[in-house]
């Protein structure tokens, strides 16, 4: 599959690898000079730089807020809106969203397109509810309102209300979070869609990520998930021509992103060119 989507994409890696050169100041790249040194002045290098700034001049900021419908807001939404809002700025300073914010706007500039791929990484050390937060939210007199103003009993902030009201010795602030968010940016190059002619990513039918991981990580990742014996052992490194890298410790891992059609729920599947890991 990914194979066949890079034979399609071949002009986008050229035009890619063109736009590359000339920002890296490469402007004469595969040029017979016949050993004269072209004459080089890198004026598109300093403009993109100049554009990144200027968008990045003022920072980004996170600010949740309950919608306001009448009779539907309560004192709990506030407080639950600034729970949401300290935590987006939280995962925002923790994985270095500004560092990642302004590479993204340079691939913009030179390559045409800017990625995240955002990942729910379970690797990411064990985290535990805040018992502070948890004890700042009460019971709604109201009947715990939602945002229709139907009653919410089975939400995570009601769970907590009723355990302590039962005298159960598990609240929310016992319930252990395993991994975070996390993201990173990546080039356009390594990102494939299943309907090329819609830009609505939510609408695609399936989404392929490739990237370079090292190989003995990913035998690491299949035998914790079963895999072995001859499967295993054709995890092996290699160079990657399409990637540009030489290096022969690491292999191409296929992150594959899927809607079952049956269900309607998003799936996911991490595989190399020879095995489901």
């Known amino acids: 599959l990914f194979h066949g989507v890079g034979k399609l994409d071949i002009e986008l890696s050229d035009t ?14 595969d040029l017979n000079t016949e050993g004269l040194k072209p004459i080089i002045i890198n004026i598109t290098r300093p403009i993109v730089q100049i554009k990144a700034a200027s968008i990045m001049s003022d920072d980004i900021s996170f600010i949740v807020r309950p919608l306001g419908i009448p009779g539907a807001t309560s004192k709990n939404m506030e407080r639950e809106a600034e729970i949401i809002t300290n935590e ?7 994985r270095k969203g500004t ?15 800017a990625c995240w791929h955002m ?34 009993t089975d939400g995570v902030f009601g769970m907590a209300s009723t355990a302590a009201e039962e005298g159960g010795e598990e609240q929310l602030a016992d ?11 990546i080039y356009n190059t390594r990102v494939f869609f299943g309907n090329t002619a819609d830009p609505d990513v939510q609408k695609q039918p399936w989404i392929l990520v490739a990237s370079r991981e090292y190989t003995a990580k990913l ?17 092996k490194g290699a160079s990657d021509d399409y990637f540009d890298d030489d290096q022969e ?20 599947m991490e595989a190399t060119e020879s095995v489901k890991l």
């Open 16 to 29: 890619v690898e063109q736009n590359r050169n000339f920002y890296s100041g490469k402007q004469w790249e």
């Open 88 to 94: 987006l700025k939280r995962i925002w300073e923790k």
């Open 99 to 113: 560092s990642k914010t302004r590479k993204a706007i340079t691939n913009a500039a030179v390559d045409g397109d």
């Open 119 to 152: 990942v729910w990484d379970t690797s990411i050390p064990v985290a535990k509810v805040d018992q502070e937060l948890v004890d700042s939210i009460q019971p709604d007199p109201a009947g715990k309102e939602n945002m229709t103003g139907t009653a919410d």
């Open 175 to 185: 319930i252990e979070v395993e991994g975070d968010i996390d993201f990173e940016t």
């Open 219 to 235: 035998k690491q990742t299949a035998e914790e998930n079963g895999v072995s014996g001859n499967d295993l052992d054709s995890i």
């Open 249 to 268: 410790d690491r292999t191409t891992l296929f992150t594959y992103y899927y809607r079952d059609e049956e269900t309607g729920n998003r799936c996911v």
